[in-house]
């Protein structure tokens, strides 16, 4: 019982950094609490037993006997924040703006909306103001047990819910995909699109099909990917497309085909036309049949 935390966690070969992630809280604060040098609140208590997948009383179990064996002291000062962040996005109040407000740092809010540092009675006449509420009315929220919620009207992108199903951290997606952790996490905010060979690397990692994940991303795939819809003219393009997703580089596709990279980059260009053998070491680089690439000519 004394390494439940632990134990769990590298059961499902997880990292610190990979639980932290998935619950939103720094990594020093999981080892903390394997070590029970720190209690968490109930709503970490509820997203570890969902991480973990164990029983909340399991995860609650843990630190009873911690709790018990504390002494008895006067109730801090001040009112627990956990709170504020639920009332601030049904507010529509940025904690930037909450700050501003009541001329403290940022960090400072953050603070109390993770349990880290209690409202100070001195701050909660400005703080009930900038929220839209009466002192008196702020005071009994904040007195409520906290719990965890979502920011209203922000579900998870399609592209999360991709890796969510999969059950793998941001971190190890990425890593996984061989992609940059926060280019995934501008990808599923909807900030940038991926760009196709990454679709291909994230539909392999979370086992979907690839037009999954580009529809999930929002990405159109190009239609010369599509072998029927070649036209006379169309290599140079076709020939583009098809390093673009294969995700190599002009010099690789030459190393491929046994020629130089000017003479890829000519072909793209369509300033000279391959030679027959050349196509078909084409073909061959992209597994494709035999005279496929004639249609493009």
């Known amino acids: 019982m004394t390494a439940l935390l632990r134990s769990e966690r590298a059961r499902r070969g997880l990292r ?17 609490w394997e070590r029970r040098e720190r209690l968490p609140g109930p709503a970490h208590i509820h997203a570890l037993a969902r991480v973990l997948e164990i029983e909340p009383a399991r995860v609650a179990g843990f630190f009873d006997d911690v709790r018990a064996a504390a002494p008895a002291e006067p109730g801090p000062a001040g009112h627990r ?3 504020v962040r639920a009332l601030r996005w049904r507010a529509e109040v940025s904690a930037s703006a909450i700050a501003a407000a009541l001329a403290v740092p940022v960090s400072t809010v953050y ?3 993770a349990g880290r540092a209690r409202v100070p009675d001195g701050h909660i006449a400005a703080l009930a ?28 992108s399609p592209l999360r ?29 909807g900030k940038a699109v991926p760009p196709l060979v990454a679709v291909r690397r994230l539909a392999r990692t979370y086992g979907v099909p690839v037009a999954t994940v580009a529809r999930a991303a929002g990405v159109e795939p190009p239609h010369l990917l599509d072998r029927g819809r070649w036209r006379s ?3 140079p393009a076709v020939l583009r497309t098809l390093r673009q997703w294969a995700g190599i580089t002009q010099p690789e596709l030459a190393a491929r085909c046994s020629c130089s990279t000017a003479a890829v ?15 078909a070491r084409l073909e061959q680089a992209f597994g494709l049949p035999e005279g496929a690439l004639d249609a493009a000519r």
């Open 265 to 279: 980059r000519s072909w793209e260009a369509g300033r000279v036309a391959p030679s027959a053998r050349m196509l």
């Open 233 to 235: 003219g169309d290599l």
């Open 129 to 156: 103001d900038a929220l839209g509420l009466t002192p008196a009315a702020l005071v009994e929220h904040l007195r409520r047990p906290a719990v965890a919620v979502q920011r209203p009207g922000a579900p998870p």
């Open 81 to 83: 924040g956990q709170g």
């Open 16 to 32: 610190p950094t990979d639980l932290a992630e998935a619950i939103g809280v720094h990594p020093m604060s999981i080892l903390r």
């Open 161 to 189: 819910q991709l890796r969510h199903r999969s059950r793998l951290s941001q971190a190890r997606a990425a890593a996984a995909a061989g992609v940059d952790r926060h280019a995934l996490g501008a990808w599923e905010r």
């Open 111 to 113: 603070n109390w909306e």
